[in-house]
């Protein structure tokens, strides 16, 4: 069976531009995507930073490329990712999606922030963030929206945050995020210092300039 977002026969995203090149497609989606990022950096979208407030928020980034931006995929995903020798990551399966999203936004909303040392800060964000990308809601643009919307949560609740850190060192965020999800059936391989240590770079340079 093919995958119903894709145009018959190719791996190319049905998209509202027509477009059936995937490397015309991902250069379209980069142009729209960022554009969207920066109109939410400067107005961030309101919302009560739960499911709901996440799948409008992929909205409004993709809304101009995909006719499904904003709405849980409908299949199950795998990604080769080269730093797992080409396993994928274990995302949440459709059924499972919207409770394994919540739980996480649950627990990142009770987290009493102001009490937390920066290192724990760090640790707690790195941990709710890996938890939240793991999931993969999305038939495309997770990590963007994930990491678009922590960055807003925690400028909602007063800790500084470096975007640029993370847009400057992509991939790397990237690997940091697979590395901090590797969990199998067959064992737990997962690496969290990766991306604990950029996040704690990033709030120490949001707080600095604070």
């Given amino acids: 069976m093919g995958d119903p977002y894709c145009y018959k026969g190719t791996d190319v995203l049905k998209n509202k531009l027509g477009i059936r090149d995937s490397e015309t497609l991902q250069i379209a989606e980069i142009d729209y995507s960022c554009n969207a990022i920066h109109e939410l950096t400067v107005s961030p979208l309101d919302g009560g930073y739960d499911f709901a407030h996440f799948c409008r928020l992929h909205k409004y980034i993709f809304q101009e490329i995909y006719d499904w931006a904003g709405k849980p995929r409908v299949v199950s995903i795998v990604k080769e990712e080269p730093v797992l020798g080409g396993l994928s990551v274990l995302y949440s399966e459709p059924e499972k999606i919207v409770h394994d999203a919540t739980a996480v936004l649950d627990g990142m909303r009770r987290t009493e922030w102001g009490n937390l040392s920066l290192d724990e800060q760090a640790g707690e964000f790195a941990n709710h963030l890996a938890e939240l990308w793991k999931v993969h809601p999305f038939r495309e643009g997770n990590t963007r929206t994930t990491i678009t919307f922590v960055c807003q949560y925690a400028e909602s609740v007063g800790m500084g945050i470096d975007r640029k850190l993370f847009q400057d060192n992509s991939q790397y965020m990237r ?29 120490g340079r949001g707080a600095a300039k604070g």
């Fill in 175 to 203: 690997n940091a995020l697979v590395a901090a999800t590797a969990i199998f059936p067959e064992g737990d391989y997962r690496k969290p210092a990766y991306l604990y240590r950029i996040v704690k770079d990033s709030f």
